[in-house]
């Protein structure tokens, strides 16, 4: 099943797709700056996410952002969701709940989010309404469809906050820290790889976002900028026919071969043997 809708101007989009045994076409192009909701209501399998291979546990569901790649042992029992920022983002206000909020830029790690039997009713009734949503026609689709999204990113948000940050505070000005940080590498990671551009963008020196940062248990400003740097390369590498030297000129890198030793050093392959392990679902 393949479910689509565009806003009245055309430029938003969401996507469920449900069942499907053939996804490469749903996700190959590299300009679909897509956010994505995976979910998986079979048995429990093998996620590949940036080359790396993960448990992906029965009814449990991860976000992913557009710049990673990702492919699944079996798609068929895989629901997703998939939006761009131009049909819901919110990051003006709730930040939260935003698109580059707690699920998609607040947590360092892959965000796996377990849903016991009373989470797992919540999301199948959800889903029901999204289906029969998609599939109406009338003047306010847009809007019913923008409700429900908005209330899963809600579930979701409540379910990291009670599965990865239950021994921890998480205050408001930890997280605004920590996504101001984010979101200056997401908006600038093509052309800026040095610490000091974003800490003068936060007022703050190097030493202070590191020693933020390292309170906080969370990964280095140097490695956060470096993984944005590397997950865009492979994701170009995954779904897109560029050189090498294509790529590194893309990503700020004045020297091809400065580029191929950072990717190198970062994957211990380099580009064409990365480039070649990779396998997309069929």
Not at 156 to 169: C, G, M, P, S, Y
Not at 173 to 201: G, W
Request: net charge negative; hydrophobic share 40%; with cysteine.
């Amino acid at each position: 099943m393949r479910l689509q809708h565009k806003d009245k101007d055309g430029r938003g989009e969401i996507h469920f797709l449900s069942g499907e045994l053939q996804i490469k076409d749903a996700f190959e192009n590299p300009k679909n700056q897509f956010l994505t909701i995976a979910l998986n209501i079979g048995e429990s399998q093998k996620i590949t996410i940036d080359g790396l291979s993960y448990d992906f546990p029965a009814w449990s569901i991860i976000p992913l952002v557009a710049h990673q790649t990702f492919s699944f042992e079996n798609t068929d029992s895989i629901n997703f969701w998939r939006y761009n920022r131009e049909f819901y983002c919110m990051a003006d206000s709730h930040v939260e709940i935003s698109c580059i909020g707690l699920i998609f830029l607040g947590y360092s790690k892959n965000l796996f989010l377990k849903l016991h039997e009373e989470d797992q009713i919540k999301i199948s009734t959800l889903s029901q309404l999204f289906i029969e949503e998609f599939e109406s026609d009338d003047y306010i689709k847009t809007d019913m469809l923008l409700a429900l999204l908005k209330r899963f990113v809600i579930i979701l948000t409540r379910l990291a906050k009670q599965q990865h940050f239950k021994d921890e505070t998480l205050t408001d000005e930890k997280f605004d820290f920590i996504r101001q940080f984010n979101f200056h590498v997401e908006s600038n990671f093509r052309k800026e790889h040095k610490v000091q551009f974003y800490a003068d963008l936060m007022n703050k020196s190097p030493k202070t976002l590191s020693n933020i940062f390292s309170l906080y248990n969370y990964n280095s400003p140097m490695s956060i900028i470096h993984d944005r740097v590397i997950s865009e390369a492979k994701r170009l590498l995954f779904y897109s026919d560029k050189s090498a030297k294509e790529i590194a000129f893309e990503l700020g890198f004045d020297d091809a071969a400065h580029f191929s030793r950072f990717f190198k050093n970062a994957t211990n392959q380099n580009t064409s043997s990365f480039r070649k392990s990779l396998v997309i679902e069929e």
